[in-house]
């Protein structure tokens, strides 16, 4: 999710509560998120036999970002002989989306960064969907103008003001900026390090970084030790390094591996002849314009609401057991090789064969819950005081991680109704206390609380608002608390296990779309390679 602690989080946000107006109606909306029912099912373990076999070479489950990259290498390689099957009523995992009569907005991930040069595929993928103009390996390739992000890009709300960009400014003392100088630079130097075989000691995707001790041993130590070990104490200087990290991870400074922390700053070069380097591609839906797009050419091989809770193979094929919603009734799938492109922690549930270093490793990794609204207004909100409004705007005193504009990319002689999308990572809490909040909180609770946050910024924000519903993402992305990312435990996940490949961002311990595409992209060229059709790689 560029979105970037929880008991603190509700503690904060009753504070900011106690100026609404008491008995002051709530807009409609509703509480969704992933099929809570249709998931829970796979502790039942009750489903019925299958009614069906069913035979394709090729069969990917799940259609995130990895499972529709996985889909989209086969393709480009003239493999079409494949099947999706999702679980969700909707594909695209953590990069749906969602429309109204206002505007198309993000359920999830919403801006994608400018992709480095060794983020191969992802830059092919923009070609091919003509994002990118040109050759997709130029070090400064163009980019449609309308994907990307118009100024004003970001503001910070503190101190009852708004400022441009997110580093806080307002209030800070001259001993503070010399510190922000001098993280600046140790980034700078981090983003150029190389080790003796020309590798990036950052770089994006991760599995292309040097793995010289050096570096790895960052990920035995949080990003909070790393700054106070390098003498980095100012509070506004954490605030915004634990923005970023939240923003990125669902987790913040006191539990974020420092090498993450420090990859979040260092691994991005990319540039572009058309932007700034800091630019990103955006759109009303966020990057759901992706999943849209890639959605319609696989809609005739796709099928969601399909519930995998059986995972096997032989000798001859991998098969998987699926519970089809639309049918009701149970299907089996036999497959030459299987593309598990599903979050890895449900994999011990539904593959009893699967070997115990996988299984340990599968089950290694804790995941962050997210909340995303979406607030539909009759008109804009007012700017404020300070900066003007931006398309993303951050409030400094606020538990959650402010909120993007949706119409912000559209050209309109006047302003009118818009969206707001509003992210809260909950980082303050264990994942599985976080989860059981976000469960069993009503959606009025939410609604609440929310406008009372924002009616900080915005006192306006609860006469406008017309509608606002709430998404929970359970399982959002995986936390690279030390050790996740560079685990020795962990390397077994990129081997596969036999037919079965893993094409999902937990592999890579970091759930960012670089890494979900290129652990997609993987998969389907060991699938290719299984076989026996000739390809070159997309990877580099």
């Known amino acids: 999710m560029k979105r970037r602690d929880f008991l603190a989080s509700c503690a904060a946000l009753a504070v900011a509560g106690c100026g609404e107006v008491k008995g002051a109606p709530l807009p409609p909306g509703e509480l969704a998120g992933g099929n809570l029912e249709r998931?829970?099912?796979?502790?039942?373990?009750?489903?019925?036999?299958?009614?069906?076999?069913?035979?394709?070479?090729?069969?990917?489950?799940?259609?995130?970002?990895?499972?529709?990259?996985?889909?989209?290498?086969?393709?480009?390689?003239g493999f079409r002989d494949f099947a999706i099957l999702e679980l969700e009523s909707s594909v695209g995992g953590n990069s749906r989306y969602g429309e109204n009569a206002?505007?198309?907005?993000?359920?999830?991930?919403?801006?994608?960064?400018?992709?480095?040069?060794?983020?191969?595929?992802?830059?092919?993928?923009?070609?091919?969907?003509?994002?990118?103009?040109?050759?997709?390996?130029?070090?400064?390739?163009?980019?449609?103008?309308?994907?990307?992000?118009?100024?004003?890009?970001?503001?910070?709300?503190?101190?009852?003001?708004?400022?441009?960009?997110?580093?806080?400014?307002?209030?800070?003392?001259?001993?503070?900026?010399?510190?922000?100088?001098?993280?600046?630079?140790?980034?700078?130097?981090?983003?150029?390090?190389?080790?003796?075989?020309?590798?990036?000691?950052?770089?994006?995707?991760?599995?292309?970084?040097?793995?010289?001790?050096?570096?790895?041993?960052?990920?035995?130590?949080?990003?909070?030790?790393?700054?106070?070990?390098?003498?980095?104490?100012?509070?506004?200087?954490?605030?915004?390094?634990?923005?970023?990290?939240?923003?990125?991870?669902?987790?913040?400074?006191?539990?974020a591996s420092a090498w993450a922390g420090i990859h979040y700053f260092a691994c991005r070069n990319g540039e572009a002849a058309n932007a700034a380097a800091d630019s990103v591609l955006t759109a009303p839906e966020g990057n759901g314009w992706i999943v849209k797009r890639l959605a319609q050419r696989y809609a005739d091989r796709t099928i969601t609401g399909a519930l995998a809770f059986h995972i096997g193979q032989n000798r001859r094929a991998a098969s998987a057991d699926f519970l089809l919603e639309h049918e009701n009734r149970v299907v089996r799938y036999e497959a030459e090789q299987l593309v598990w492109a599903a979050p890895l922690f449900v994999l011990p549930h539904v593959a009893p064969e699967l070997p115990a270093s996988l299984v340990a490793a599968a089950r290694a990794g804790d995941h962050a819950p997210w909340l995303v609204a979406n607030l539909t207004l009759a008109e804009m909100p007012s700017s404020g005081a300070g900066a003007p409004l931006a398309w993303d705007n951050v409030l400094y005193d606020s538990p959650a991680l402010g909120y993007v504009v949706a119409?912000?990319?559209?050209?309109?002689?006047?302003?009118?109704?818009?969206?707001?999308?509003?992210?809260?990572?909950?980082?303050?809490?264990?994942?599985?206390?976080?989860?059981?909040?976000?469960?069993?909180t009503p959606r009025e609770t939410w609604a609440r609380q929310i406008l009372a946050d924002l009616g900080r910024a915005h006192p306006e924000i609860g006469q406008v608002t017309q509608r606002l519903d709430v998404f929970r993402h359970g399982h959002a992305m995986i936390r690279p608390v030390p050790g996740t990312i560079w685990s020795a435990a962990?390397?077994?996940?990129?081997?596969?296990?036999?037919?079965?490949?893993?094409?999902h961002a937990d592999v890579s311990g970091m759930s960012l779309f670089e890494e979900a595409n290129y652990r997609g992209v993987r998969a389907a060229e060991q699938v290719l390679r299984r076989l026996a059709v000739r390809v070159g790689t997309a990877l580099g």
């Open 102 to 255: 206002v505007s198309a907005y993000p359920l999830g991930a919403h801006y994608l960064p400018l992709p480095t040069r060794e983020s191969r595929a992802v830059r092919e993928l923009l070609a091919d969907l003509g994002a990118l103009q040109g050759d997709p390996h130029a070090a400064r390739p163009s980019y449609d103008e309308r994907l990307l992000c118009h100024a004003p890009q970001e503001r910070l709300h503190i101190s009852g003001l708004w400022q441009d960009g997110l580093w806080p400014r307002l209030g800070v003392a001259a001993a503070e900026r010399d510190q922000y100088v001098r993280f600046q630079e140790r980034m700078a130097e981090f983003r150029e390090a190389r080790d003796g075989q020309g590798r990036r000691a950052f770089a994006l995707p991760a599995a292309l970084s040097s793995n010289e001790p050096r570096w790895r041993e960052l990920d035995r130590i949080t990003m909070r030790q790393w700054l106070r070990d390098n003498g980095f104490d100012s509070p506004h200087l954490h605030w915004y390094v634990n923005y970023a990290c939240r923003d990125d991870f669902g987790v913040g400074i006191g539990e």
């Open 39 to 77: 998931g829970h099912r796979l502790r039942e373990k009750n489903f019925a036999r299958p009614t069906e076999v069913r035979r394709v070479p090729v069969l990917i489950v799940g259609a995130g970002i990895g499972g529709l990259s996985a889909a989209w290498r086969l393709e480009r390689a």
């Open 407 to 440: 119409t912000h990319q559209r050209i309109a002689a006047a302003p009118g109704p818009t969206v707001l999308t509003y992210y809260h990572a909950f980082s303050a809490e264990p994942p599985k206390q976080a989860r059981e909040r976000l469960l069993n």
């Open 490 to 503: 962990r390397q077994p996940l990129a081997r596969g296990w036999e037919r079965v490949h893993f094409a």
